[in-house]
């Protein structure tokens, strides 16, 4: 059974950093592409990074170019979102999510796996 599991929410003040793990297990997460998304109360999920399965390429949403990092670490299956200068637009639940391919996408239909979400909050 295929399982993402998120860490490393919390709460922090503006201008500050976090980093976010997602580990999975259950399948072989070298092969997967993964992303981050994030849904804020009202709103729609929204994407926010992407890597490729061996971390060569990477993507990012306009809205945290420059401030977050996606990484993976494929011998311990985790995917990392370092978050810096976090603004209150940034405060979400964030998922991340795998798809079993090499090449990324922004849309989350294309992700077939899913963990259960962190809370980010970031206060003014």
């Known amino acids: 059974q295929v399982q993402l599991v998120e860490s490393g929410g919390g709460l922090v003040q503006a201008g500050g950093s976090l980093r976010l793990s997602c580990a999975a297990s259950g399948r072989t997460f070298s092969s997967d592409a993964i992303a981050w998304f994030r849904q804020a109360p009202g709103k729609q999920r929204e994407f926010v990074a992407a890597?490729?399965?061996?971390?060569?390429?990477?993507y990012y949403a306009d809205a945290v170019k420059g401030r977050f990092t996606i990484s993976r670490d494929n011998a311990q299956n985790t995917v990392y979102l370092q978050m810096n200068s976090l603004k209150p637009e940034d405060t979400a639940v964030y998922y991340c999510?795998?798809?079993?391919?090499?090449?990324?996408?922004?849309?989350?239909?294309?992700?077939?796996?899913w963990g259960q979400g962190t809370q980010v909050t970031v206060s003014s």
């Open positions: 890597i490729s399965c061996n971390g060569g390429s990477t």
């Open positions: 999510a795998a798809r079993p391919a090499s090449r990324y996408y922004t849309s989350p239909i294309q992700y077939d796996y």
